[in-house]
């Protein structure tokens, strides 16, 4: 087993194995995994909002889905994995705020927008995603694993789980 390497809220690493990446506490936020199973590079970037383009001085790529996930690659690439053979998984995207609170407005529905965003940026940059573990309403902590690819979700109540 190698280190654990934290990533924080709006923020993005990659690693090598045997090493693995561990982000904490995603509610609305979403944890994109991105693999090379040949090169065995695992990289994740935990963005908070979808879209950079509204945002007029962005200094930070991992705060959002487009330029996060990006820049996610180019680092993956350089580091020597190829983008004709990473996939990716995806966790969050949580509402966390109840609609029984009569809060449906679609400025609050920040995980929706977050998930799609994955899906679109992804399927834009070529890569599928093999496997999910978002929405609802609970937050999750995740690790992703270069050894071989899989997301472990862990959520106060829940079964641990792993895709």
Do not use: W
Request: glycine fraction near 10%; hydrophobic fraction near 40%; aromatic fraction near 6%.
């Amino acid at each position: 087993m190698g280190n654990m390497i934290k990533v924080g809220m709006a923020d993005l690493k990659f690693c090598k194995a045997p090493d693995a990446l561990t982000t904490l506490g995603l509610g609305s936020c979403i944890g994109a995994c991105i693999y090379d199973p040949s090169a065995k590079i695992a990289g994740m970037v935990h963005y908070m909002l979808p879209d950079s383009t509204r945002i007029k001085s962005n200094q930070n790529a991992a705060k959002f889905a487009d330029t996060g996930i990006s820049e996610l690659i180019r680092l993956m690439e350089e580091a020597g994995a190829r983008k004709s053979r990473m996939v990716a998984k995806i966790a969050g995207g949580a509402r966390m705020f109840s609609v029984s609170s009569g809060i449906n407005h679609p400025a609050f529905n920040i995980g929706d927008n977050n998930i799609e965003a994955a899906r679109s940026n992804l399927e834009a940059q070529g890569i599928r995603i093999i496997a999910e573990d978002v929405g609802l309403n609970y937050g999750r902590t995740i690790e992703f694993y270069a050894e071989d690819g899989r997301l472990v979700i862990k959520a106060v109540g829940k079964e641990i789980k792993s895709i």
